[in-house]
């Protein structure tokens, strides 16, 4: 049985006392859910992949509680501290050689001489590191490969039963995963939470773009990923038979809607959420199909759209 712990000094102290047991938590970041075991416990992160049906090579995120915590783990070059101090705590996660003293799990990095690190800006995720003490490598919350979770309601209706706890702290604000960013050169691997023109504001240069889904060195790089059970069509502009339309903006009619304003921040807020519920429409109506109306790539647009193209994309 999964427990749900409140977001008090009761329910943290629980929740630190499982993960220093070994076991599974779910806990809320500003992004989406994570599911939590101790990094450094090769026992605890082998339960995330079994929890999930993760494949082994795909790395996870690490998370810290500051940066006195990630330089115990990586080496933080002064371009990386350039970043710390200008995004951290948020959702940037950073690709940073991994120190051969650090202890984490090799299962963690896949085996790489490299780690993804973030300090999450959730009040609730900053109290459990904080109260747990050390790293904590958390995937998102959900079946390797489906929609992520925005609620610990969404968490339960994948891994209940499968973890030991979640830890409640509402909805997610931001809505979608992290940016991953690894550097010398730097490279987005994932568009996510924070805006590239943040990023390429702050390195004062272009980014280049992409990373290696047969050999991915960062969650996030899987062709297929963030799926619901129906098929998804993009770029629709309009519905079909046998349909779910899913809307963006004023426009043609639709069942749901990921902002009727057209806002990219309550967009990215609720894409999972929708994702899901267009899901049980189709699911109620008989529906094989679930049509996204065109969302801008510009902003947080970057990040739904990866979202959407690897949800559309075709599943081995």
């Known amino acids: 049985m999964t427990e749900r712990l409140g977001a008090d000094a009761a329910g943290l102290a629980r929740a630190a006392a499982l993960l220093r047991a070994g076991d599974l938590v779910a806990f809320p970041t500003e992004t989406v859910y994570g599911l939590g075991g101790d990094a450094r416990n090769g026992a605890a992160v082998a339960g995330i992949f079994a929890a999930k049906g993760r494949p082994r090579f795909n790395p996870l995120i690490v998370h810290v509680a500051d940066l006195e915590m990630a330089a115990q783990i990586a080496a933080v070059s002064p371009q990386a501290y350039d970043l710390v101090q200008a995004f951290w705590p948020g959702p940037l996660t950073l690709v940073l050689p991994l120190r051969k ?28 590191l904080q109260a747990f003490g050390g790293p904590l490598a958390a995937p998102s919350a959900n079946p390797s490969g489906k929609v992520s979770p925005t609620t610990a309601d969404h968490v339960l209706e994948g891994l209940s039963g499968k973890i030991a706890a979640v830890l409640d702290g509402g909805a997610c604000a931001v809505g979608v995963e992290s940016t991953i960013l690894s550097l010398e050169p730097p490279r987005l691997l994932r568009p996510g939470g ?3 023109e943040a990023l390429e504001t702050a390195l004062g240069a272009p980014l280049a773009m992409g990373g290696d889904a047969a050999k991915p060195n960062a969650p996030g790089q899987l062709s297929s ?30 069942d749901l809607s990921l902002s009727e304003s057209g806002d990219l921040v309550e967009a990215a807020a609720l894409l999972f959420a929708t994702l899901r519920k267009a899901d049980v429409l189709a699911s109620q109506r008989g529906a094989e199909t679930i049509a996204v109306a065109p969302v801008p790539e510009t902003g947080l647009g970057r990040a739904i759209n990866d979202r959407l193209r690897r949800a559309a994309a075709p599943r081995g």
Do not use: K
């Open 225 to 254: 990923h963030y799926a619901p059970g129906a098929a998804v069509r993009l770029m629709a502009t309009e519905t079909h038979e046998n349909e779910v339309f899913i809307g963006f903006g004023p426009g043609p009619e639709a």
């Open 194 to 196: 924070l805006p590239v």
């Open 101 to 128: 003293e650090a202890g984490l799990s090799d299962l963690v990095t896949a085996g790489l001489d490299t780690v993804a690190l973030r300090m999450p800006a959730h009040p609730l995720s900053r109290a459990l």
